[in-house]
């Protein structure tokens, strides 16, 4: 392994470690405003979509729009998580409509 | 404790199964890009942090030096100090020891796991530990097999590019618990939406993920101020 990679990947494990560690540590030892304890409650669900809706709405070449494919299995693996709610059983039917969707050329 | 490690583990199979696809997706990538075996799974095994891996090795394959390419993880990876700072509530007082661990390898996808069922997580460290753990071997074996037989593994194939997305939609949809939440979510995705062309470096992420959760306490705020007796920073 080159020496530069390997302070390359050090470098990007320290900024990649701070971000982690710094509240959890930190917040381990403090006690939370309520307030704020209100604002964190809705973190996960902001990630998630902020995460989710760009994957879905995403068009070659990295723009936003509407593409069938993509849209079709999103809505299908959100009733099926909604109804059954079961992670693997959501990634697995997730690939296979993706897959079989992607046989009909939409 | 043992038993803490074995469901820990258990649980981390949907994140393991698409961890695997997309590891295999960068090892192919990082070796295009000129980096060894060797270096493609030692970055997965040092860094551990899936986007950035993706955009470093894209910015080493157009000979970026070193300096801009830490400085953008940094940014990309900035998102986890609202993460972290959302589950520490539930490892409060815990040892360093611990806290390395669990800060170290905690993921998006661990991250929205943890938040899906808190009870399963809360006083726990060991349980998440092994989750993350486990996520994180299968993220350098993904990696390694990537880099080995990457030419044999059409990445593209089988519904794979979607395992992620599927996993995240579900866990979503697991948390959306009241018509807040709902309206987070939604404002969430669509500032997301409208941010990604305008900011680099996926920090319309952060963008989304500070501003939908103040506008969802606004809302509440107006709802019902005597039932959820938060004050609300409305901009700062």
Redesign the interface.
């Known amino acids: 392994?080159?020496f530069?990679?390997?302070?390359?990947?050090?470098?990007?494990?320290a900024?990649?470690?701070l971000?982690?560690?710094?509240?959890?540590?930190?917040?381990?030892?403090i006690t939370?405003p309520?307030?704020a304890?209100?604002?964190?409650?809705?973190?996960?669900?902001?990630?998630?979509?902020?995460?989710?809706?760009?994957?879905?709405?995403a068009v070659d070449g990295g723009?936003?729009g509407i593409e069938m494919r993509?849209l079709l299995?999103?809505i299908v693996?959100?009733l099926?998580?909604?109804k059954v709610?079961?992670?693997?059983g959501?990634?697995?039917?997730?690939?296979?409509?993706?897959?079989?969707l992607?046989l009909t050329a939409l | 404790m043992g038993r803490d490690i074995r469901e820990g583990v258990k649980a981390a199979?949907?994140i393991v199964?698409?961890y695997l696809p997309v590891g295999i997706a960068y090892g192919v990538l990082a070796r295009a890009a000129g980096?060894?075996t060797?270096?493609t799974g030692?970055?997965s095994f040092?860094?551990?942090?899936g986007a950035?891996?993706f955009i470093?090795v894209g910015m080493l394959a157009s000979g970026i030096a070193?300096?801009p390419?830490?400085?953008t993880?940094?940014a990309v990876?900035?998102?986890?100090?609202?993460?972290?700072?959302?589950?520490?509530?539930h490892?409060?007082?815990?040892p360093?020891k611990n806290?390395?661990p669990?800060?170290?390898q905690?993921t998006?996808e661990s991250?929205?796991?943890a938040?899906?069922d808190t009870a399963k997580v809360s006083g726990r460290p060991h349980y998440l530990i092994a989750l993350q753990a486990t996520a994180w071997l299968s993220w350098v074996s993904g990696s390694l097999i990537g880099a080995l037989f990457g030419s044999l593994i059409d990445s593209a194939?089988?519904?794979?590019?979607?395992?992620?997305?599927?996993?995240?939609?579900?866990?979503?949809?697991?948390?959306?618990k009241s018509r807040?939440?709902l309206a987070?979510?939604?404002?969430?995705?669509?500032?997301?939406?409208s941010f990604?062309?305008a900011l680099p470096n996926n920090l319309?992420?952060v963008a989304?993920?500070i501003i939908?959760?103040?506008v969802?306490?606004w809302l509440?705020q107006k709802r019902a101020h005597v039932e959820?007796?938060?004050?609300?920073?409305v901009e700062d």
């Open positions: 392994m080159r530069g990679m390997l302070l390359l990947f050090l470098g990007m494990a900024v990649t470690f971000p982690r560690f710094l509240p959890m540590a930190l917040v381990s030892r939370i309520d307030r304890k209100a604002f964190l409650e809705y973190v996960p669900v902001a990630v998630l979509s902020a995460l989710v809706f760009p994957a879905i709405f723009g936003v993509p299995t999103a693996v959100g099926f998580a909604w709610k079961n992670l693997f959501s990634v697995v039917l997730g690939m296979v409509v993706y897959w079989a992607g | 199979l949907p199964l698409g980096l060894s060797m270096e030692a970055m040092i860094v551990f942090a950035s891996q470093a070193t300096l390419i830490i400085l993880t940094l990876n900035s998102r986890h100090l609202l993460m972290s700072s959302a589950i520490a509530p490892f409060k007082g815990q360093l806290l390395i669990l800060t170290a905690l998006d991250f929205a796991l938040m899906a194939s089988f519904g794979i590019p979607f395992a992620m997305t599927a996993l995240f939609i579900c866990l979503l949809v697991i948390q959306i807040a939440h987070v979510a939604l404002i969430a995705g669509a500032l997301a939406l990604k062309g319309y992420i989304a993920t939908a959760p103040l969802g306490l509440i959820v007796p938060v004050e609300v920073e």
